[in-house]
């Protein structure tokens, strides 16, 4: 099956089920050198699949499989092959040193329900991280259990009804959020029985101070608040803010998904935030979206710690291990006394905690700073290229990205521009997001990238505002380079086919 729309148009691999070839096989280890090893057994007539029972496998050499798995590798762009400026995302390098540590064995092997004496190294890690999110955040103690930003979200708003009937106040109903929230933060305020209440921006791109403390009152649980918002601004009020919310009652829960801003700069909980989730997919460059599983531990002041979901590792008094006759072990779990309760599985994604705790350590608390001076500075100076091209919506110097508007020519859209983006070898960035701007265009180039990439991008959006009034079908026609052109993405990711239809003849 053919599937070029156009010549300009990358193949789409064919299926290993279109390729198949009745009796081709891979690579088989020798059946007497197996033999030597393993003496054969007969399986009993029950176990033995009939005929009809066999599964239908597509049959392909080696050399087949190879090509289409590393063709089918290549028709995706990634942050190993492309620019990918997708706001809020942060999609920086993974650093390959963060592979080589999850693949040590004693790590990559090791079993979940292996005992706690056997599990020392492993728990090492978890405590040692903990220690580390919590000085980078202001905390005073992390649970690693959450999944991800949005797990945490929930956990947090968890946290705030479990803190508010603890001391027996159980008549706040409301979670302000901020119009310029991802769309996580209201839902997860509904997951947990909350009523969300939008609070407005004001002309600065700031939450409005008067709107916020208008809405406070002692109905109000808590605020969820993300700085630098994600305008990329960095919230000037935000201290008025969380002390009106402290005021009226609440507690204040910080997305952490922009942390990438300000690390080793400013402390979330020095500004009044009392709990936060790290996005360690994001800020500290574990795989991200279909690359794997992520993780969003959760960071609490002092008097909230015993509400964090656990187990958490906690390390024993060195008094109490010298005692004889004790389990020896240093790094124990440990449920925290007002727990909320388990959010996942065994200890969380052991693996994406691995990687992050490599990530900090490689830096150090110095190398924290670094990161951030570097997004910062490279998203102000691709700002300033951008700006005269696609105008920026906030004039403000931003902090880890920019918004710009993508619909500045006529009969153009934003989704335009970032298709068209696809053809020039770039990822798109995200786009309408946040949802106050309209057209949004909002471009995060993180410091992983070198000034060379930063200019060529900028300079890709100034051919394509070109072609925006010399040709604007090939615009609205873009990409002209992908195997498959304009998806109905709504459709695509409800839809997803993800189950081959054998048909008989096709084996033939
Ligand atoms: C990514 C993101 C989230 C959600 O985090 P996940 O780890 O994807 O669940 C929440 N808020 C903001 C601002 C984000 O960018």
Known sequence: MSRHDENLHAAIPALLYEISRPGRRATRISAVAAREEVPETALPQALIRSEDEQPKLPEVSELDAVRHFTLLSQTNMSIDTNFYPLGSCTMKYNPKVNEVAAAVPGFANHHPLAPEWASQGSLAVMYRLQEMLAEIGGFSGVSLEPAAGAQGEFTGNLIIRAYHQSRGDAGRRKILVPDSAHGTNPASVSMAGYEAVEIPSDSNGNIDLGALKAACGDDVAGLMVTNPNTLGLFEEHLVQVTRAVHECGGLVYGDGANLNAILGIVRPGDLGIDLMHFNLHKTFSTPHGGGGPGAGPVGARADLVEFLPGPIVVRADPAAIADAN?????????????????????????????????????????????????AVLNANYLKKLVDPVFPVRFKRTCMHEFVANGAVHDGIATMDVAKRLLDYGFHAPTVYFPLIVKEALMIEPTESENRETLDAFAHALSEIAREATENPDLLHHAPHTTPLSRLDEVQAVRKLVLRYEHRQDERT
């Open 326 to 374: 004790r389990d020896q072990s240093t790094y124990r779990f440990h449920m925290p006394a007002h727990s909320i309760g388990r959010l996942k599985a065994f200890h969380g994604n052991f693996g994406v905690l691995l990687r992050a705790y490599v990530y900090i350590s490689m830096h150090g608390a110095a190398g924290m700073r670094s990161i951030s001076e570097n």
